[in-house]
């Protein structure tokens, strides 16, 4: 399972120092995200980050674009993975986007996307399980969340789309070493921000390196049956 610590961004020396402080402490990239419409900027200091640790995945998550944008830009910036509220998957399937997203994907293998299924503020998801499926035969990483920004889900929604993706499965929200180890048997990526937070925009290493130890600890999915 990879741990990636989420930096929200707000200056370009504070974010390189979080994306080395989130490498110090043994995750094993970071997602990038601005909640002030500075996605450009963004996108070049991930790239700044990226020539700095070439073996540390960067990824970002562009608020003020759309996926699709957000994916080329990535691509121009050597970057390693894109995380989007929207990718255009849910239960019903794939939209146009999501097949353009798709063929993305196969284009630049190397390029993880991460799909927002079941998410928080997005539509009611009636089937969490085939969204996460749907997502995966697209080419990418089911993404779920809780309810609200530090909400954990139930473990029995993250049970049942383990199952349905055979535990390719990333969460955003709710993680902390508190309760990491219930969840991280069906998981393949946690992505967290306010449970190893020391504020909005700095990571507290203790916390941190306390989530990816407990993570590492946890029973696998055949060891903690649910």
């Keep these: 399972m990879k741990i ?22 043994g995750a094993d990239g970071v997602f990038v995200i ?9 996108v070049q200091v ?6 700095l640790y070439p073996d540390f995945k960067i990824g970002i ?45 196969r284009e630049f ?8 299924v079941a998410f928080k503020y997005r539509p009611h998801e009636p089937n969490p399980s085939l969204a996460a499926k749907n997502a995966q035969q697209l080419g990418f990483v089911p993404t ?3 309810s609200a920004t530090g909400s954990a889900p139930e473990v029995q929604k993250i049970v049942d ?28 990526h946690i992505l967290v921000a306010t449970g190893v937070g020391l504020d909005e925009h700095r990571i507290d290493p203790q916390k941190l390196n306390q989530l990816i130890v407990n993570s590492k600890a946890a029973p696998t999915h055949e060891e903690h049956p649910r």
């Design 4 to 25: 990636y610590p989420v930096i929200h961004y707000l200056n370009r020396d504070l974010a390189l120092q979080q994306v080395d402080l989130a490498r110090i402490c």
């Design 34 to 42: 601005s909640h002030h419409g500075n996605d450009d900027e963004l």
């Design 46 to 51: 991930a790239a700044v980050a990226k020539g």
């Design 61 to 105: 998550n562009l608020l003020s674009e759309g996926a699709l944008t957000a994916c080329k830009k990535a691509a121009d910036a050597k970057l390693d993975m894109v995380w989007a509220d929207d990718m255009g998957v849910d239960s019903t399937g794939g939209n146009t986007m999501a097949d353009s997203l798709s063929r993305f994907a």
């Design 109 to 116: 293998p190397a390029i993880q996307l991460f799909a927002s």
């Design 144 to 146: 779920t969340s809780g």
């Design 161 to 188: 789309m383990h199952l349905a993706t055979d535990g390719q499965l990333a969460i955003a929200s709710g993680m902390s070493p508190e309760n990491v180890s219930d969840f991280a048997p069906y998981l393949s």
